[in-house]
């Protein structure tokens, strides 16, 4: 009896079942690197983490594994900054719903409360806010572009959204109201991190106080 023939047959089902599993596989490791480095660059700082430090702490041998799915550092940044965006385009549109359903879709701040609420509900294991963190270092660091396509403001729900709340402001030129959304961005994820300083980590209940009373300053400041 030739054994080869069956030995071969069962390679290649071995070959095949790997190249199957192997985009899951791929896909499972990026999305860690991405959580991790998130997380890294967050409490550090983006230029203070480096490839080597980003191989350690994800299981990596070797820093060319991040490279092999990012390219470069920057690269890696600009990489969390669109997985986040498409989440947080997602949960917006949920929360839009919400707010259709409520009755409130109508007022400023719930609309404000339905683009920024989302980042607040990333948090890590330890119940701080991770995004706001990882935002906070991108969007203060020189080496990166500041546009509303890679926030997520130009296209998706949070575009409309954006689109909604320019109607509250008509006096406002486009680039008046490009400029507010910046501010009120910056005020809500330095308003998470200081708090996450501060350890702020407390109820259910207390967070949505604290939420509650930072929309509506946002409100304020963005109808002043």
Request: proline share 3%; net charge negative; with cysteine.
């Amino acid at each position: 009896m030739d054994c080869s023939k069956g030995e071969a047959v069962v390679g290649q089902r071995t070959a095949a079942m790997d190249a199957e599993k192997r985009p899951n596989a791929e896909t499972g490791t990026r999305k860690h690197i991405l959580a991790v480095a998130e997380q890294l660059f967050a409490d550090h700082g983006i230029d203070a983490v480096s490839l080597r430090q980003l191989g350690v702490a994800t299981g990596q041998a070797y820093k060319s594994v991040i490279q092999y799915y990012f390219g470069t550092k920057m690269d890696l940044a600009d990489a969390i900054l669109m997985e986040r965006s498409n989440d947080l385009n997602i949960k917006s549109e949920q929360l839009v719903k919400q707010a259709e359903i409520s009755g409130s879709v109508d007022d400023v701040k719930p609309l404000i409360a339905c683009m920024f609420l989302p980042i607040a509900e990333i948090k890590n294991q330890s119940g701080r806010y991770v995004h706001a963190g990882f935002l906070l270092q991108y969007l203060t660091n020189p080496k990166f572009k500041h546009n509303y396509a890679e926030i997520g403001w130009t296209s998706g729900p949070r575009a409309e959204l954006a689109k909604k709340l320019g109607e509250f402001v008509p006096s406002l030129t486009p680039d008046q109201l490009a400029c507010r959304f910046f501010m009120l961005h910056d005020i809500f994820v330095t308003a998470l991190v200081r708090r996450d300083i501060d350890g702020g980590i407390g109820s259910d209940s207390e967070e949505d106080v604290f939420l509650d009373e930072l929309f509506a300053v946002m409100t304020a400041a963005f109808l002043a």
